[in-house]
């Protein structure tokens, strides 16, 4: 474990500061030496156990310490600066700390290695990020703006950014288990066939990431950025955004979208409020009309089960995101309305929405349910 931290510097000799201290930040002993491993959001605590609790704030204290700014602020040529009283300016404050550990949450280690002994955990793989013990409330920066400023709403990237210029794509090969969204995928049962967005022929999309030689075999590239901004053809026309798509079927080959960053408002406009529901768990929240948040579930198309609707719902690929508009116009065209719903037959969602997973949202005009804190009542 220690050379693998060793190799940080190795490799980063000759490169820059900011490379070293993001490999530094994900190392697990690192994480385990100043705590912020398993560190989890105060919300989440508070849900699972009913107890108040902070995120820790050791690693948030000593990167600005120790690792980059130093405790008082400095002029160039490095001496100190004074206030008008003659004493040093603090680089931060302990509320500093306290909204930056917000940011250190979710870090744990990865998978144990099967070629070697770890009996304390995986200490040689770079950390890796669970997202349900994230804060997802903002955090202020040292100079009175938020982390994420500099970044554009998600609700504001352009339509379809997948087949837009700079849109990123990785390798997965044959497996089509996405690595960057890993619960977006999981199911108990292996039997099922999850539906994937498969590129037609016809796609300019497929093509690139095809990358054809003069024989017509693909020569498929670890990462794929797009050059230029592609025309959506048949169903791509169709969908707000991607994840795994499938560019051939003999073998199997599928890329990942690497969605872009982007961040989202705390607090919803009310005239862009809507309510995404999860059938199981059972519990609804606020959301953003305009984002690709939730698939869709259609009811008053098979009627009822037991008195409470059932619902069919559309889709291009398991666990598809779109938008509240997205999903109204889908029920619309088979003659429903989006809706909570109780019953559904796995056939009938068309192999859409996997609600057996933590991912299962769905858009609903309802406005009644069991709701969590925080949720649209």
């Known amino acids: 474990m220690y050379l693998a931290y060793y190799d940080i510097f190795v490799r980063n000799a000759f490169g820059n500061y900011l490379d070293i201290l993001k490999e530094v930040s994900y190392s697990p002993i690192m994480g385990r030496m100043l705590t912020f491993i398993r560190s989890m959001s105060s919300a989440l605590v508070l849900r699972d156990t009913n107890m ?32 008008d009283n003659g004493n040093k300016v603090s680089t931060y404050e302990n509320r500093d700390i306290q909204t ?38 903002p955090k202020m920066d040292l100079h009175g703006g938020y982390i994420g400023d500099s970044y554009p709403l998600c609700k504001d990237l352009p339509k379809r950014f997948f087949l837009r210029r700079t849109a990123q794509y990785r390798l997965l090969g ?100 809507g309510k995404i529901s999860k059938r199981w768990p059972h519990e609804s929240m606020c959301a953003d009309k305009k984002l690709s948040a939730a698939g869709n579930a259609c009811c008053g198309v098979n009627g009822e089960f037991n008195g ?17 508009y997205k999903g109204k116009a889908r029920c619309h065209d088979i003659g429903g309305t989006i809706c909570d719903w109780y019953y559904t037959e796995w056939e009938a969602t068309d192999q859409c929405l996997n609600y057996y997973t933590p991912d299962n949202w769905h858009w609903t005009d309802a406005g009644k349910g069991h709701l969590s804190i925080g949720s649209l009542d």
């Not at 889709?315 to 509240?324: G, V």
């Open 52 to 83: 108040k609790a902070n995120p820790d704030e050791n690693f948030a204290r000593e990167i600005m310490q120790l690792f980059t700014i130093g405790v008082y602020k400095m002029n160039m040529d490095g001496s100190p600066i004074l206030d």
């Open 100 to 137: 930056f550990a917000k940011g250190w949450t979710g870090f744990h280690f990865q998978k144990d290695r099967s070629n070697l002994e770890l009996p304390y955990g995986n200490l040689i793989d770079p950390m890796r990020i669970n997202v349900l013990w994230r804060d997802p409330f």
């Open 174 to 273: 044959s497996h089509h288990q996405s690595e960057l969204l890993p619960y977006s995928w999981v199911i108990p049962d292996r039997s099922v066939t999850l539906k994937r967005f498969q590129l037609s022929n016809r796609s300019l999309l497929r093509m690139e990431l095809c990358n054809a030689d003069e024989n017509g075999e693909c020569r498929f590239r670890p990462i794929v950025t797009l050059n230029s901004t592609f025309k959506c053809k048949g169903a791509e026309c169709d969908i707000d955004t991607v994840n795994v798509v499938q560019v051939s079927t003999n073998p199997p080959i599928y890329y990942e979208f690497v969605q872009p960053p982007c961040v989202n408002l705390p607090f919803i406009h009310s005239s862009q409020v």
């Open 308 to 324: 409470t609707p059932s619902m069919i719902n559309r889709c291009e690929y398991t666990n598809e995101k779109i938008t509240y």
